[in-house]
Protein backbone atom coordinates (compact mmCIF):
# COMPACT_ATOMS: atom_id res chain seq x y z
CA UNK A 1 0.00 0.00 0.00
CA UNK A 2 3.06 2.54 0.76
CA UNK A 3 5.09 1.56 -2.51
CA UNK A 4 1.00 2.42 -4.36
CA UNK A 5 0.52 5.30 -2.86
CA UNK A 6 4.43 6.85 -3.14
CA UNK A 7 3.88 5.82 -7.04
CA UNK A 8 0.79 7.71 -7.42
CA UNK A 9 1.91 10.84 -5.77
CA UNK A 10 5.38 10.40 -7.93
CA UNK A 11 2.97 10.44 -10.92
CA UNK A 12 1.07 13.48 -9.75
CA UNK A 13 3.79 15.30 -9.49
CA UNK A 14 5.52 14.47 -12.83
CA UNK A 15 2.26 15.35 -13.80
CA UNK A 16 2.28 19.15 -12.46
CA UNK A 17 5.56 19.50 -13.84
CA UNK A 18 4.26 19.24 -17.34
CA UNK A 19 2.42 22.24 -15.85
CA UNK A 20 4.86 24.24 -14.80
CA UNK A 21 5.26 26.89 -17.31
CA UNK A 22 2.38 29.31 -16.96
CA UNK A 23 -0.58 27.35 -16.74
CA UNK A 24 -3.28 27.16 -14.33
CA UNK A 25 -0.40 25.85 -11.53
CA UNK A 26 2.17 29.00 -12.04
CA UNK A 27 2.45 31.68 -9.99
CA UNK A 28 -0.65 30.83 -7.46
CA UNK A 29 -1.83 33.75 -6.32
CA UNK A 30 -5.12 31.54 -4.21
CA UNK A 31 -4.50 29.55 -0.88
CA UNK A 32 -5.48 26.52 -0.52
CA UNK A 33 -7.36 24.81 2.82
CA UNK A 34 -5.57 22.00 4.28
CA UNK A 35 -8.33 19.45 5.86
CA UNK A 36 -7.66 15.83 7.78
CA UNK A 37 -10.63 14.61 8.87
CA UNK A 38 -9.90 11.34 7.09
CA UNK A 39 -7.85 8.32 7.61
CA UNK A 40 -6.09 7.86 4.30
CA UNK A 41 -3.82 11.08 3.68
CA UNK A 42 -0.59 11.12 2.98
CA UNK A 43 2.55 12.03 5.00
CA UNK A 44 2.88 15.83 5.56
CA UNK A 45 6.69 15.42 4.04
CA UNK A 46 4.77 14.41 0.72
CA UNK A 47 1.62 17.19 1.00
CA UNK A 48 4.57 19.87 1.04
CA UNK A 49 6.25 18.72 -2.08
CA UNK A 50 3.16 18.44 -3.66
CA UNK A 51 1.97 22.24 -2.59
CA UNK A 52 5.27 23.32 -3.69
CA UNK A 53 4.89 21.65 -7.07
CA UNK A 54 1.70 23.36 -7.42
CA UNK A 55 3.37 27.06 -6.91
CA UNK A 56 0.93 27.23 -4.15
CA UNK A 57 2.26 29.30 -1.27
CA UNK A 58 -0.72 29.92 1.23
CA UNK A 59 -1.94 26.96 3.11
CA UNK A 60 -5.20 27.33 6.12
CA UNK A 61 -5.35 24.36 8.52
CA UNK A 62 -8.22 23.87 11.02
CA UNK A 63 -5.85 23.09 13.93
CA UNK A 64 -2.28 23.51 14.53
CA UNK A 65 -0.92 20.13 13.27
CA UNK A 66 3.18 19.97 14.69
CA UNK A 67 3.43 17.56 11.94
CA UNK A 68 2.62 19.85 9.07
CA UNK A 69 4.26 22.93 10.61
CA UNK A 70 7.40 21.18 10.90
CA UNK A 71 6.90 19.41 7.38
CA UNK A 72 7.05 22.95 5.76
CA UNK A 73 9.74 24.59 7.41
CA UNK A 74 11.97 26.80 5.14
CA UNK A 75 9.36 26.43 2.48
CA UNK A 76 8.45 29.73 2.39
CA UNK A 77 4.76 28.54 2.39
CA UNK A 78 2.62 31.01 4.54
CA UNK A 79 0.12 29.96 7.24
CA UNK A 80 -3.09 30.04 8.88
CA UNK A 81 -3.68 27.55 11.88
CA UNK A 82 -6.69 27.19 14.43
CA UNK A 83 -7.93 27.56 17.68
CA UNK A 84 -10.80 25.54 17.78
CA UNK A 85 -14.56 26.28 18.90
CA UNK A 86 -14.24 23.52 21.83
CA UNK A 87 -11.48 26.17 23.08
CA UNK A 88 -13.35 29.43 22.87
CA UNK A 89 -14.46 29.69 26.70
CA UNK A 90 -11.11 28.56 27.60
CA UNK A 91 -9.53 31.68 25.76
CA UNK A 92 -11.98 34.04 27.00
CA UNK A 93 -11.53 33.44 30.55
CA UNK A 94 -7.94 32.82 30.85
CA UNK A 95 -5.24 34.89 29.67
CA UNK A 96 -2.87 31.87 30.60
CA UNK A 97 -4.44 29.38 28.36
CA UNK A 98 -3.87 31.71 25.65
CA UNK A 99 -0.04 32.14 26.49
CA UNK A 100 0.21 28.68 26.83
CA UNK A 101 -1.24 27.76 23.51
CA UNK A 102 1.09 30.67 21.40
CA UNK A 103 3.75 29.06 23.74
CA UNK A 104 3.17 25.41 22.43
CA UNK A 105 2.03 26.09 18.75
CA UNK A 106 3.50 29.36 17.44
CA UNK A 107 7.05 29.78 19.25
CA UNK A 108 8.57 27.34 18.13
CA UNK A 109 7.85 27.19 14.81
CA UNK A 110 8.41 30.23 13.92
CA UNK A 111 10.60 31.90 12.09
CA UNK A 112 11.20 28.63 10.13
CA UNK A 113 7.41 27.83 9.48
CA UNK A 114 5.91 30.86 8.62
CA UNK A 115 2.59 31.10 10.67
CA UNK A 116 1.04 34.49 9.49
CA UNK A 117 -2.63 34.34 11.28
CA UNK A 118 -4.50 32.51 13.84
CA UNK A 119 -8.20 31.54 13.51
CA UNK A 120 -10.32 31.82 16.77
CA UNK A 121 -12.78 29.49 15.96
CA UNK A 122 -15.03 28.66 12.97
CA UNK A 123 -18.41 30.06 12.10
CA UNK A 124 -19.24 30.55 15.51
CA UNK A 125 -22.15 32.78 14.65
CA UNK A 126 -24.35 29.81 12.52
CA UNK A 127 -24.52 27.36 15.76
CA UNK A 128 -26.79 29.62 17.61
CA UNK A 129 -24.38 29.47 20.66
CA UNK A 130 -24.70 32.74 22.34
CA UNK A 131 -22.60 31.76 24.85
CA UNK A 132 -19.87 31.03 22.31
CA UNK A 133 -20.70 34.09 20.16
CA UNK A 134 -20.15 36.67 23.53
CA UNK A 135 -16.95 34.49 24.17
CA UNK A 136 -15.51 35.02 20.77
CA UNK A 137 -14.10 38.70 20.82
CA UNK A 138 -12.49 37.72 24.41
CA UNK A 139 -10.88 35.01 22.96
CA UNK A 140 -9.79 36.20 19.79
CA UNK A 141 -8.00 39.38 21.93
CA UNK A 142 -6.58 37.11 24.53
CA UNK A 143 -4.91 35.49 21.96
CA UNK A 144 -3.83 38.69 20.04
CA UNK A 145 -2.19 39.93 23.55
CA UNK A 146 -0.13 36.66 24.21
CA UNK A 147 1.00 37.29 20.63
CA UNK A 148 2.33 40.86 21.74
CA UNK A 149 3.59 39.25 24.91
CA UNK A 150 5.23 36.95 22.49
CA UNK A 151 6.80 39.72 20.56
CA UNK A 152 4.76 38.07 17.64
CA UNK A 153 1.85 40.72 17.59
CA UNK A 154 3.25 42.46 14.15
CA UNK A 155 3.95 39.10 12.50
CA UNK A 156 0.81 37.10 13.08
CA UNK A 157 -2.69 38.31 12.60
CA UNK A 158 -5.70 36.99 14.92
CA UNK A 159 -9.27 36.46 13.18
CA UNK A 160 -12.40 33.74 12.92
CA UNK A 161 -13.96 32.58 9.84
CA UNK A 162 -17.65 33.21 9.38
CA UNK A 163 -20.34 31.40 7.21
CA UNK A 164 -22.84 33.18 5.45
CA UNK A 165 -25.22 32.81 8.05
CA UNK A 166 -23.67 35.51 9.84
CA UNK A 167 -25.81 37.84 7.06
CA UNK A 168 -29.42 38.81 6.97
CA UNK A 169 -29.25 40.23 3.85
CA UNK A 170 -26.59 39.35 0.79
CA UNK A 171 -28.31 40.53 -1.97
CA UNK A 172 -28.03 42.97 -3.81
CA UNK A 173 -24.92 43.45 -2.35
CA UNK A 174 -25.64 47.19 -0.81
CA UNK A 175 -27.90 45.96 1.00
CA UNK A 176 -25.51 43.72 3.02
CA UNK A 177 -26.77 43.32 6.64
CA UNK A 178 -25.11 41.11 9.38
CA UNK A 179 -28.37 39.23 11.65
CA UNK A 180 -29.53 41.57 14.15
CA UNK A 181 -29.29 38.95 16.81
CA UNK A 182 -25.28 39.06 16.12
CA UNK A 183 -25.17 42.50 16.08
CA UNK A 184 -23.60 42.84 19.95
CA UNK A 185 -21.23 40.56 19.02
CA UNK A 186 -20.25 41.62 15.92
CA UNK A 187 -19.50 44.68 16.49
CA UNK A 188 -16.81 44.45 18.84
CA UNK A 189 -15.58 42.24 16.34
CA UNK A 190 -14.98 44.73 13.44
CA UNK A 191 -13.44 47.26 16.11
CA UNK A 192 -11.30 44.34 16.82
CA UNK A 193 -10.44 43.83 13.12
CA UNK A 194 -10.02 48.15 12.82
CA UNK A 195 -8.21 47.62 15.81
CA UNK A 196 -5.68 45.09 14.82
CA UNK A 197 -5.46 45.60 11.16
CA UNK A 198 -6.47 41.92 10.69
CA UNK A 199 -8.96 40.91 7.94
CA UNK A 200 -13.16 39.40 8.45
CA UNK A 201 -12.68 36.25 6.94
CA UNK A 202 -15.66 34.92 5.09
CA UNK A 203 -16.51 31.14 3.61
CA UNK A 204 -18.61 31.62 0.66
CA UNK A 205 -20.19 28.22 -1.30
CA UNK A 206 -22.25 30.04 -4.40
CA UNK A 207 -22.82 25.61 -4.67
CA UNK A 208 -25.29 25.61 -1.82
CA UNK A 209 -27.07 28.96 -3.66
CA UNK A 210 -27.81 26.78 -6.41
CA UNK A 211 -28.24 23.71 -4.52
CA UNK A 212 -31.16 25.28 -3.36
CA UNK A 213 -32.79 26.92 -6.01
CA UNK A 214 -31.45 25.00 -9.23
CA UNK A 215 -34.11 26.54 -10.78
CA UNK A 216 -34.05 29.99 -10.03
CA UNK A 217 -29.85 30.57 -9.54
CA UNK A 218 -28.28 30.73 -12.88
CA UNK A 219 -25.39 27.71 -13.38
CA UNK A 220 -23.42 30.49 -15.01
CA UNK A 221 -23.47 32.85 -12.69
CA UNK A 222 -22.12 30.72 -9.95
CA UNK A 223 -19.92 29.32 -12.39
CA UNK A 224 -18.49 32.45 -13.40
CA UNK A 225 -19.31 31.83 -16.98
CA UNK A 226 -20.94 34.40 -19.45
CA UNK A 227 -24.10 35.71 -18.32
CA UNK A 228 -25.81 38.80 -18.50
CA UNK A 229 -25.28 39.46 -15.30
CA UNK A 230 -27.43 40.85 -12.34
CA UNK A 231 -27.15 44.57 -11.52
CA UNK A 232 -26.96 46.64 -8.38
CA UNK A 233 -27.56 50.42 -8.99
CA UNK A 234 -24.45 51.25 -11.53
CA UNK A 235 -22.68 48.14 -10.76
CA UNK A 236 -22.87 44.81 -12.87
CA UNK A 237 -22.29 41.42 -10.93
CA UNK A 238 -21.06 38.35 -13.58
CA UNK A 239 -20.54 36.10 -10.29
CA UNK A 240 -22.25 35.16 -6.85
CA UNK A 241 -18.70 35.17 -5.25
CA UNK A 242 -17.96 38.80 -5.92
CA UNK A 243 -21.47 39.37 -5.01
CA UNK A 244 -21.06 37.83 -1.67
CA UNK A 245 -17.87 39.88 -0.64
CA UNK A 246 -19.02 43.20 -1.50
CA UNK A 247 -22.54 42.01 0.73
CA UNK A 248 -19.97 41.71 3.67
CA UNK A 249 -18.59 44.98 2.82
CA UNK A 250 -21.48 46.38 2.80
CA UNK A 251 -23.10 45.06 6.28
CA UNK A 252 -19.55 46.13 7.77
CA UNK A 253 -19.98 49.56 6.44
CA UNK A 254 -23.38 49.61 8.05
CA UNK A 255 -21.82 48.94 11.02
CA UNK A 256 -19.69 51.88 10.50
CA UNK A 257 -16.27 50.38 9.25
CA UNK A 258 -14.86 50.66 6.08
CA UNK A 259 -11.09 50.07 7.14
CA UNK A 260 -11.30 46.13 6.95
CA UNK A 261 -10.56 43.77 4.47
CA UNK A 262 -12.51 40.66 3.38
CA UNK A 263 -11.08 37.32 2.52
CA UNK A 264 -12.51 34.38 2.03
CA UNK A 265 -11.11 31.79 3.49
CA UNK A 266 -13.15 28.88 2.30
CA UNK A 267 -14.99 28.18 -1.22
CA UNK A 268 -15.16 25.62 -3.64
CA UNK A 269 -17.32 23.04 -5.16
CA UNK A 270 -17.80 19.35 -4.88
CA UNK A 271 -17.35 16.96 -7.50
CA UNK A 272 -19.48 14.58 -6.36
CA UNK A 273 -22.71 14.71 -3.82
CA UNK A 274 -26.01 12.50 -3.28
CA UNK A 275 -28.92 12.06 -5.49
CA UNK A 276 -30.67 15.06 -4.22
CA UNK A 277 -27.38 17.25 -4.18
CA UNK A 278 -28.16 18.74 -7.50
CA UNK A 279 -25.03 20.80 -9.42
CA UNK A 280 -22.51 18.53 -7.68
CA UNK A 281 -20.26 16.91 -10.15
CA UNK A 282 -16.50 16.82 -11.37
CA UNK A 283 -17.37 19.06 -14.30
CA UNK A 284 -18.87 21.96 -12.45
CA UNK A 285 -16.37 21.75 -9.72
CA UNK A 286 -13.74 21.92 -12.32
CA UNK A 287 -15.65 24.80 -14.20
CA UNK A 288 -16.08 26.58 -10.72
CA UNK A 289 -12.15 26.47 -9.43
CA UNK A 290 -10.49 26.80 -12.66
CA UNK A 291 -12.44 30.08 -13.67
CA UNK A 292 -12.25 31.20 -9.90
CA UNK A 293 -8.57 30.66 -10.13
CA UNK A 294 -8.34 32.66 -13.11
CA UNK A 295 -9.17 35.66 -11.53
CA UNK A 296 -7.53 35.44 -8.79
CA UNK A 297 -4.31 35.17 -10.55
CA UNK A 298 -5.14 38.40 -12.96
CA UNK A 299 -5.19 40.22 -9.42
CA UNK A 300 -9.24 41.06 -10.02
CA UNK A 301 -11.58 43.05 -7.73
CA UNK A 302 -14.94 43.07 -6.88
CA UNK A 303 -17.26 45.81 -8.85
CA UNK A 304 -17.38 47.55 -4.98
CA UNK A 305 -14.09 47.30 -4.77
CA UNK A 306 -12.02 46.96 -8.27
CA UNK A 307 -8.60 47.94 -7.47
CA UNK A 308 -8.55 45.77 -4.23
CA UNK A 309 -7.47 42.11 -5.34
CA UNK A 310 -9.59 38.99 -4.15
CA UNK A 311 -7.73 37.00 -1.94
CA UNK A 312 -9.18 32.99 -1.78
CA UNK A 313 -8.31 30.09 -0.07
CA UNK A 314 -9.91 27.36 -2.64
CA UNK A 315 -11.63 24.33 -0.06
CA UNK A 316 -10.34 21.99 -0.29
CA UNK A 317 -6.78 20.05 -1.14
CA UNK A 318 -7.91 16.29 -0.72
CA UNK A 319 -11.54 14.49 -0.17
CA UNK A 320 -11.95 13.43 3.21
CA UNK A 321 -13.05 10.42 3.40
CA UNK A 322 -13.82 10.63 7.27
CA UNK A 323 -16.41 14.25 7.27
CA UNK A 324 -19.86 13.86 8.33
CA UNK A 325 -22.75 15.08 6.27
CA UNK A 326 -23.81 14.39 2.44
CA UNK A 327 -21.86 12.68 0.21
CA UNK A 328 -20.69 16.05 -1.21
CA UNK A 329 -19.06 16.95 2.32
CA UNK A 330 -16.32 14.24 1.26
CA UNK A 331 -15.48 15.18 -2.12
CA UNK A 332 -14.48 19.23 -2.43
CA UNK A 333 -10.61 17.85 -2.74
CA UNK A 334 -8.89 18.93 -6.01
CA UNK A 335 -6.90 15.86 -5.29
CA UNK A 336 -7.84 12.10 -3.81
CA UNK A 337 -5.46 10.97 -0.79
CA UNK A 338 -3.06 9.07 -3.40
CA UNK A 339 -2.24 12.23 -4.86
CA UNK A 340 -3.92 11.82 -8.39
CA UNK A 341 -6.28 14.65 -9.07
CA UNK A 342 -9.87 14.80 -9.01
CA UNK A 343 -10.68 16.45 -12.22
CA UNK A 344 -8.22 18.29 -14.85
CA UNK A 345 -8.76 21.98 -14.54
CA UNK A 346 -9.38 23.61 -17.63
CA UNK A 347 -7.19 27.09 -17.61
CA UNK A 348 -7.92 27.65 -21.33
CA UNK A 349 -11.31 28.26 -21.79
CA UNK A 350 -13.37 31.60 -21.45
CA UNK A 351 -14.72 32.09 -17.69
CA UNK A 352 -17.40 34.38 -18.25
CA UNK A 353 -16.83 38.15 -17.86
CA UNK A 354 -14.60 40.51 -16.45
CA UNK A 355 -14.09 42.17 -12.75
CA UNK A 356 -18.08 43.27 -13.24
CA UNK A 357 -16.64 46.89 -12.38
CA UNK A 358 -19.23 48.58 -14.09
CA UNK A 359 -22.40 48.42 -16.33
CA UNK A 360 -19.80 48.10 -19.38
CA UNK A 361 -18.68 45.29 -18.10
CA UNK A 362 -21.09 43.06 -19.05
CA UNK A 363 -20.48 41.02 -22.18
CA UNK A 364 -17.07 41.36 -22.53
CA UNK A 365 -15.23 38.35 -22.00
CA UNK A 366 -12.53 36.93 -20.12
CA UNK A 367 -9.70 36.02 -22.50
CA UNK A 368 -7.12 33.99 -20.42
CA UNK A 369 -4.52 34.76 -23.47
CA UNK A 370 -4.42 37.87 -23.17
CA UNK A 371 -1.37 39.86 -21.85
CA UNK A 372 -2.80 40.72 -18.74
CA UNK A 373 -3.20 37.12 -17.91
CA UNK A 374 -0.63 34.48 -17.19
CA UNK A 375 -0.83 32.68 -20.25
CA UNK A 376 0.70 34.47 -23.37
CA UNK A 377 0.34 33.34 -26.58
CA UNK A 378 3.89 31.72 -26.85
CA UNK A 379 2.83 29.70 -23.60
CA UNK A 380 -0.37 28.95 -25.01
CA UNK A 381 1.20 27.00 -27.79
CA UNK A 382 3.47 25.30 -24.98
CA UNK A 383 0.69 24.09 -23.49
CA UNK A 384 -0.92 22.75 -26.29
CA UNK A 385 2.31 20.57 -26.42
CA UNK A 386 2.23 19.56 -22.14
CA UNK A 387 -0.89 18.52 -23.11
CA UNK A 388 -0.01 16.34 -26.22
CA UNK A 389 2.99 14.72 -23.76
CA UNK A 390 0.77 14.26 -20.90
CA UNK A 391 -1.41 12.61 -23.61
CA UNK A 392 1.37 10.09 -24.94
CA UNK A 393 3.76 9.92 -21.94
CA UNK A 394 0.83 9.34 -18.41
CA UNK A 395 0.20 6.01 -20.27
CA UNK A 396 3.60 4.97 -20.21
CA UNK A 397 4.07 6.15 -16.81
CA UNK A 398 1.61 5.23 -14.76
CA UNK A 399 2.64 1.07 -16.27
CA UNK A 400 5.86 1.82 -15.22
CA UNK A 401 4.96 2.73 -11.91
CA UNK A 402 2.39 0.89 -10.86
Known amino acids: MEHRASSSLLLCLLTLSLFSDNTV ?64 QTMATSPGAARQWVSQHVQPFIPATRITCITVGNEVFGNNDMGMAANLVPAMQAVHDALVAAGLGGQVTVSSAHSAAVLASSFPPSSGAFQESFAPYIKPLLDFHSKTGSAFLFNAYPFFAYKGDPGSVSLPYVLFQPNAGVRDGGLVYDNMLYAQIDAVYAAMKAMGHTDIAVKISETGWPSKGDEDEVGASAQNAAAYNGNLMQRVAMGQGTPLKPNVPVDVFVFALFNENMKPGPASERNYGLFYPNGSPVYAINAGSPAGTSSGGGAGSVGRTFDPYSSQNMFSGASRLRRLSSLWTLVLVLPMLSALLW
Open 25 to 88: WAQQKFGINYGQIANNLPDPTRVAGLLQSMNVNKVKLYDADPKVLTAFANTGVEFIIAIGNENI
